[in-house]
């Protein structure tokens, strides 16, 4: 995947400015996720009137929708110092040991891509995150010495696109679990308009709604369209974001009214012209468009799947109908429709269960 791809979700090189700048600080300013805020506010509420570390939590959902805003906002609402790092880059027990020793009592830890750890670091985890101890062993051979460091009550604040590569062991401790959804139109629409008051420039209601229409339901990509929508009005239009700026910009990166870019339309059109609709493999179907497993996994179906246009089964991917009306093209007759969705079983595929 190339980096100038507009409707990437995971954060461009060079874009850390912007997403600090947008960002809340606060959870009454951070817009939707509603259940998620008030299980949040329950347990921050609960930790400062006991004067404790807030219990360790896990926030799961696709790149983009706000796991490394809310682990700020978390430090912020406790007044805790927070340290960022990501899976990978704990690379041993000794990296790992050296991050918890520095934490301050009451500090929070916000690991990105948790279920990218190592299986030696996630073990010693274990005993730091429930017992707040951690194990070393020091020295080698005969001389080697087992030794239990003691640590200051500290929260782990861990951030995953997917639950199911987490083992059960980590999972397990973690005290609070939830998982962040797309955004409804709504949500982004208001999120445009409290980013464009921050990036002073004007915009109207019709220009946040075609911009929250294209967004995929992610904040990120809508603050990225925005400040492209922005260069535009700017250069070419007259200095405000108004529906004729925002069509003009979506034209030019090629994104269409679903949201969908060259890459997304690329990758129905070869489960409809290349496997007659589906269904293919996964793999095949990665080969096919050039990607990696992981990114079509993470980062195309899940909003493909959202809209209606792709369907996962038991044998494989499949292009529902409104991906074919999508296309413009004719959905095979033998299909039968229901609520403009094709019917898999109508073809001898069993649809498959996912949580």
Same mark, same amino acid.
Request: glycine residues 10%; hydrophobic residues 40%; contains cysteine.
């Given at each position: 995947?190339?980096?100038?791809?507009?409707?990437?979700?995971?954060? +461009?090189?060079?874009?850390?400015?912007?997403?600090?700048?947008? =960002?809340?600080?606060?959870?009454?300013?951070?817009?939707?996720?509603?259940?998620?805020?008030?299980?949040?506010?329950?347990?921050?509420?609960?930790?400062?009137?006991?004067?404790? &570390?807030?219990?360790?939590?896990?926030?799961?959902?696709?790149?983009?929708?706000?796991?490394?805003?809310?682990?700020?906002?978390?430090?912020?609402?406790?007044?805790?110092?927070?340290?960022?790092?990501?899976?990978? &880059?704990?690379?041993?027990?000794?990296?790992? +040991?050296?991050?918890?020793?520095?934490?301050?009592?009451?500090?929070?830890?916000?690991?990105?891509?948790?279920?990218?750890?190592?299986?030696?670091?996630?073990?010693?985890?274990?005993?730091?995150?429930?017992?707040?101890?951690?194990?070393?062993? &020091?020295?080698?051979? +005969?001389?080697?010495?087992?030794?239990?460091?003691?640590?200051?009550?500290?929260?782990?604040?861990?951030?995953?696109?997917?639950?199911?590569?987490? $083992?059960?062991?980590?999972?397990? =401790?973690?005290?609070?679990?939830?998982?962040?959804?797309?955004?409804?139109?709504?949500?982004?629409?208001?999120?445009?308009?409290?980013?464009?008051?921050?990036?002073?420039?004007?915009?109207?209601?019709?220009?946040?709604?075609?911009?929250?229409?294209?967004?995929?339901?992610?904040?990120?990509?809508?603050?990225?369209?925005?400040?492209?929508?922005?260069?535009? +009005?700017?250069?070419?239009?007259?200095?405000?974001?108004?529906?004729?700026?925002?069509?003009?910009?979506?034209?030019?990166?090629?994104?269409?009214?679903?949201?969908?870019?060259?890459?997304?339309?690329?990758?129905?059109?070869?489960?409809?012209?290349?496997?007659?609709?589906?269904?293919?493999?996964?793999?095949?179907?990665?080969? $096919?468009? $050039?990607?990696?497993?992981?990114?079509?996994?993470?980062?195309?179906?899940?909003?493909?799947?959202?809209?209606?246009?792709?369907?996962?089964?038991?044998?494989?991917?499949? &292009?529902?109908?409104?991906?074919?009306?999508?296309?413009?093209?004719?959905?095979?007759?033998?299909?039968?429709?229901?609520?403009?969705?094709?019917?898999?079983?109508?073809?001898?595929?069993?649809?498959?269960?996912?949580?």
């Amino acid at each position: 995947m190339t980096e100038e791809r507009v409707l990437e979700p995971e954060e +461009a090189a060079g874009e850390e400015q912007y997403e600090v700048t947008l =960002r809340p600080r606060r959870l009454d300013e951070f817009i939707g996720q509603a259940p998620l805020k008030l299980n949040l506010e329950l347990i921050l509420g609960g930790a400062r009137r006991r004067r404790e &570390a807030l219990e360790h939590v896990l926030l799961c959902g696709p790149p983009g929708l706000g796991k490394t805003t809310l682990a700020n906002i978390l430090a912020g609402e406790m007044e805790a110092d927070l340290r960022v790092t990501s899976g990978p &880059a704990i690379e041993h027990q000794g990296a790992l +040991a050296s991050i918890l020793m520095n934490l301050e009592e009451g500090g929070i830890l916000f690991i990105d891509e948790i279920h990218r750890l190592s299986r030696p670091v996630e073990e010693s985890l274990y005993p730091a995150m429930e017992d707040f101890k951690f194990d070393w062993v &020091a020295g080698k051979g +005969a001389g080697a010495q087992s030794m239990r460091l003691s640590l200051p009550h500290f929260t782990v604040i861990g951030a995953t696109t997917r639950q199911g590569m987490l $083992s059960s062991p980590l999972r397990d =401790r973690f005290g609070a679990v939830y998982r962040l959804e797309f955004y409804t139109p709504e949500e982004i629409r208001a999120i445009v308009l409290r980013s464009a008051r921050i990036l002073e420039i004007e915009i109207d209601g019709a220009g946040a709604d075609l911009l929250a229409g294209r967004s995929r339901g992610t904040p990120r990509i809508a603050n990225r369209l925005l400040r492209r929508a922005r260069d535009w +009005a700017q250069v070419k239009g007259a200095g405000r974001i108004d529906a004729a700026a925002v069509t003009a910009t979506m034209d030019l990166l090629a994104v269409d009214a679903s949201g969908l870019d060259e890459l997304d339309r690329r990758i129905l059109r070869t489960i409809v012209e290349k496997y007659g609709g589906g269904p293919v493999g996964v793999d095949t179907l990665a080969v $096919s468009v $050039s990607e990696e497993r992981e990114t079509l996994e993470d980062v195309f179906e899940p909003y493909l799947i959202q809209l209606g246009f792709l369907a996962r089964t038991s044998r494989g991917r499949v &292009a529902t109908a409104l991906a074919y009306t999508h296309l413009g093209l004719t959905p095979p007759a033998a299909w039968q429709r229901e609520g403009g969705r094709a019917d898999p079983d109508r073809r001898g595929i069993e649809p498959e269960l996912f949580s």
